[in-house]
């Protein structure tokens, strides 16, 4: 790197500290113009262009980005998150390949390489990635603690509970690997961590985070044994740990419904593609709605792909607006949404996962929160099918509240913000219903779990496909589930005569009364 061009880096870097991003993009610029060939230039301009809300130049340098070679690790690390932040995943896959073979690629690359493709829905090719760090290190925690979530995901559960163990057998101060423990199988009265757990809580100066997966680890093993006032304890610890380390801002979430429910499009319908590969089957609703469970039964189908959670077509909608924001959506992409071209939006969204697909006549693509991107969805994708998940409202707002998720769903730590979020869902999929009637089904996960067969012949005439009994056989599937179901689905379908919630009734009376519930 010349002096000049390490000036102009430098100066830029200054620039984006002081959140003078258009001045710092200028220096980015001068510093590419007199380094043509320098990814890490381009990775910086697309985080730059990013930051300022220009989804298109973000997503074109990263593009740029990836077609240079480069051998430094920290540029391919920050490579691939790019483009798995843009959904170019073929890109990204082209660009690990180009790092092969494994063997000379470094154990920390090797985990990131991993974590990128999972994030992709690829467990199944993250798994070998991680295989050859635990070759090279077999106690090595970052690679035991990315492998116990990655064989989750692929149900390994038994070498998952392996992997964890080696990690606090060496780590025991690392909070991670007990939230990792409790979830791998149901504890016991005779088998149990509690007294590992409650004394890493005990610890001095945890961080939050570090505090919330304890308190939720915490949970879940209390809960296991019937210890369900203990296990509210750990539960209200948790949320209030977690919810402390995230920013929610209620008033900007209502302006999103409030923006949604005034939604039309000026542009002309979209007209269904001829040519048209495969018939999309969006399934949505709340997280913890039973999502996961109905694209397990339909990926039973011969002729139904199961793709997973995807973020293609908020991508497409991001694309489509040239505005980049955090979460599926925010008010400017609905703002600017009127003006969209639906068709294009469509067209991208097709093209972004026909990799994904071997054929298949149908997919799903099952990210709950596209409930939000249901209208759009309508207008871009005529063909498109639309499942709505819809669950008892106590029973899915406390399986919300404890669950903990990553940095995603911030209003699901405390009771009241939950059921102002769940409300405003409801009335935004009442407005779906009435301004696209017989686009969307609604199915019941009580009846679903009740009797399967007949809730997913139903779907299946919704659909367009022939109902086939082997949609009903849970388990003969293997594929990844990178959810947070990913436990539950694997062996059968689980029918709870007495709610879950019913057990923590007396602590829940603000969520309830506020839900307006019974």
Known sequence: MSDRVAALTAQAQAHAVAKHFGQAIECYLQASALSPGDPDILLQLSYMESLVGHYRAAHDYALQASELPTQRADVLKELLARLRTFNEVPAMLACIERMLPMSR??????????????????????????????????DYPPTLLSRTHVLMFLGR???????ISRVLARAPQIAQAYWLQSQVRRQSASENHLAHIRAQLQVPQRTAQDRALLAF?????????????????ALQEGCASKRSSLRYDEARSKEVFERL????????PSRQPSDAPAMPVFIVGMHRSGTTLIEQLLDGHSDVRGLGELYDFTSAMRYATDHHCAGVIDP????????????????????????????????????????????????????AKILHMVRDPMETCFSNLRELFSDANPYSYDQREL??????????????????????????????????EQVVRRVCAFIGIAFEPDMLGMHARTRGIVTASAVQVRDRIHVQETPKWRAYERYLAPLRERLGSD
């Open 105 to 138: 690629i470094p154990i920390p690359s090797l985990i990131a390489i991993a974590a990128q493709l999972t994030y992709a829905g690829l467990p199944q090719h993250a798994i070998a990635f991680l295989d050859e760090a635990r070759n090279a290190d077999p």
């Open 157 to 163: 559960f038994a070498e998952a509970g392996e992997d």
């Open 217 to 233: 680890a915490l949970h879940k093993e209390l809960d296991d044994l019937g210890l369900h006032d203990e296990a509210w304890r």
């Open 261 to 268: 429910l005034r939604f039309e499009s000026r542009t002309s």
């Open 332 to 383: 400017e992409i609905v703002g600017r949404a009127p003006a969209v071209d639906f068709a294009a939006v469509g067209e991208r969204y097709l093209q972004g996962v026909a990799w994904r697909l071997s054929g298949e006549g149908h997919f799903t693509d099952k990210l709950p929160s596209n409930f939000l991107n249901a209208g759009f969805i309508c207008e871009a994708l005529p063909q």
């Open 419 to 452: 059921a102002d979020f769940y409300r405003h869902y409801r009335a935004l999929m009442a407005h779906w219903h009435a301004r696209y009637p017989g686009r969307i089904l609604d199915v019941d996960y009580a009846q679903l779990t009740r009797d399967p």
